[in-house]
């Protein structure tokens, strides 16, 4: 029956007494007649044989056999006729596979041990009597789709009603209860509806990575397989070939699982073969020593990503391969002299192409090196406009020319290059140093570097502007210096036996000092001096007044 419908007194229409009783232990009893009225939840597809049919919905040819009994259940509409006939169309025995009554209600207590929540295509929706809606009688029918879990599609067929699609949600209050699995139809095989594919160059050392393509329904999981030439290397994802795979075809295959049905497999192929790769150089070679007659000079091998396995070096002078010069040093012989050195590293590795990589060149081979033997020295005060004047040192050969670089604080003065220089108001609070580089024909130069005895400093002057007061005195202090604008500071300021401490402003400072005696008094001004200026100190006279 279906959900909503009310009980009839169906046996008005069967003989009484003994026969009846007969016919109710060996014939499954018919259900009650149902009204056709939608619940929420509870959506009809469709109605009757012919009407669902031409729908597109299938009534398994019931329509045209419905005259018989299955599993001694009535003929004609009824819903326990209907589901014993899909069972024996699905491959079940005709008998029915229990003893004792056949009421739908009785279908899935008769039937315990397949019967659970779980819903199923093929299984058979069972409705105890009273359960959600249903009569007394109980209800059965058959699962045609599992939309989801809280989500069916069932055909079923009426006692005094007709047959009918519907779609069933959990939260309808018409959801059966239980079902029984007496022959369920597997579930739809996993299909590869676009093939696998690879993504990745096929070279060594470079990852390769499967797309399993695109499979209904969607599998739970997929394995992968790699294989070279039909042997089997690798399994997971990703693959990266290594140097046996050299020349060789990869392919992947992928095995989409969903249970319970059984794994699929598709393979893609790459569209090259393995090719070798390129060492990758983050750090070119280098020449370690003096390129000095009779001196040995080492190669520095360069980075390369990954290690190579080999590695071997070619030593050149002037451009031009030395004979004969093929391992990790080369010493300075006279034949070399005046020509610039380099040298190739050649590396190799398995399953990488042969690279190479050129050292920068060397100066030109010397014959020896120009030596200082006495160091160069600066003279002069380091005060702005004052010249200082760098004192040249001994070397050899003595004839080595030598050029001159001033700095401020270790960095280049643009244009100070001669042997003086004058200094200014930018050098303030900074190191001077004069740079000497040495040179001659096939020689090694030389650098000294001198430097100043101390920072250079401005020299602070000092005005002062007393003036007498009734036993006071008020004194005004400039305090200015060559560069420094304004001076920034204290003063210390005194006058007789009374003396004050004052912070200048914009290199200005005023204070009236009292009691001071009357009479002639020295002012005495002090400035201590900073980073950039020289201390001062000056003094002048003031008349202090009664």
């Not at 599609?153 to 009603?161: H, Y």
Request: proline share 7%; aromatic share 8%.
């Amino acid at each position: 029956m279906r959900p909503g419908g009310k009980t009839v007194r169906w046996w008005s229409k069967l003989a009484t007494g003994a026969l009846l009783a007969g016919v109710l232990v060996a014939i499954g009893t018919p259900e009650a007649p149902v009204t056709t009225t939608p619940v929420a939840g509870s959506t009809y597809l469709c109605s009757g044989y012919a009407g669902c049919r031409s729908a597109g919905y299938s009534d398994a040819n019931y329509g045209a056999n419905n005259g018989r009994m299955y599993w001694r259940m009535y003929s004609g509409h009824n819903c326990t006729n209907y589901a014993a006939y899909r069972m024996i169309q699905a491959g079940m025995s005709t008998e029915r596979p229990w003893n004792g009554s056949g009421m739908a209600y009785n279908w899935g207590h008769a039937k315990s041990g397949i019967t659970d929540r779980k819903p199923a295509v093929g299984a058979i929706a069972w409705w105890d009597r009273y359960h959600n809606g249903i009569g007394s009688s109980g209800h059965v029918a058959y699962v045609e789709k599992v939309v989801s879990a809280t989500e069916i599609v069932i055909s079923e067929d009426s006692w005094g009603g007709t047959f009918h699609w519907r779609r069933i949600t959990k939260d309808s209050g018409r959801w059966p209860s239980g079902f029984i699995h007496f022959k369920d139809v597997g579930p739809e095989p996993l299909s590869n509806t676009a093939a696998p594919s690879i993504s990745g160059t096929p070279q060594v050392g470079t990852k390769l990575v499967a797309d399993p393509g695109t499979w209904t329904p969607t599998p739970r999981r997929f394995s992968y397989q790699w294989s070279a030439d039909g042997t089997t290397i690798a399994t997971g994802r990703r693959f990266a070939p290594g140097p046996d795979q050299v020349g060789k075809a990869i392919t992947v295959t992928v095995t989409a699982h969903k249970l319970p049905r059984d794994p699929v497999t598709a393979t893609a192929t790459t569209s090259t073969r393995v090719a070798k790769a390129v060492l990758g150089n983050t750090a070119r070679p280098a020449i370690d020593g003096l390129a000095v007659l009779d001196e040995t000079l080492s190669a520095v091998a360069g980075s390369w990503t990954p290690s190579p396995g080999k590695t071997e070096y070619f030593w050149r002078a002037d451009g031009a391969r030395i004979d004969g010069a093929s391992g990790p040093t080369l010493k300075l012989t006279k034949g070399l002299a005046g020509k610039v050195i380099s040298f190739v590293e050649v590396v190799n590795r398995d399953g990488y192409k042969q690279a190479k990589k050129y050292s920068r060149p060397t100066i030109p081979v010397a014959v020896d090196q120009v030596q200082v033997t006495t160091p160069f020295t600066v003279s002069g005060r380091t005060e702005p406009g004052q010249v200082l004047t760098v004192q040249p040192g001994a070397y050899t050969p003595s004839d080595a020319a030598v050029r001159y670089t001033w700095l401020r604080d270790g960095v280049v003065i643009p244009g100070a290059r001669a042997a003086s220089y004058t200094v200014t108001a930018a050098d303030l609070g900074a190191t001077l140093s004069a740079r000497a580089t040495l040179s001659r024909t096939n020689y090694l130069g030389a650098t000294q570097v001198a430097t100043t005895a101390t920072p250079v400093r401005s020299p602070a002057r000092v005005k002062i502007t007393p003036v007498g007061k009734s036993r006071a005195a008020v004194v005004r202090v400039a305090v200015s210096a060559v560069g420094a604008t304004p001076v920034t500071g204290t003063v210390r300021i005194r006058v007789g036996q009374k003396q004050q401490r004052v912070d200048l402003v914009g290199g200005r400072a005023r204070v009236r000092i009292a009691p001071v005696a009357p009479g002639r008094r020295q002012v005495r001004v002090t400035y201590p001096g900073s980073e950039t200026v020289l201390g001062a100190f000056t003094r002048t006279p003031v008349r202090v007044l009664r």
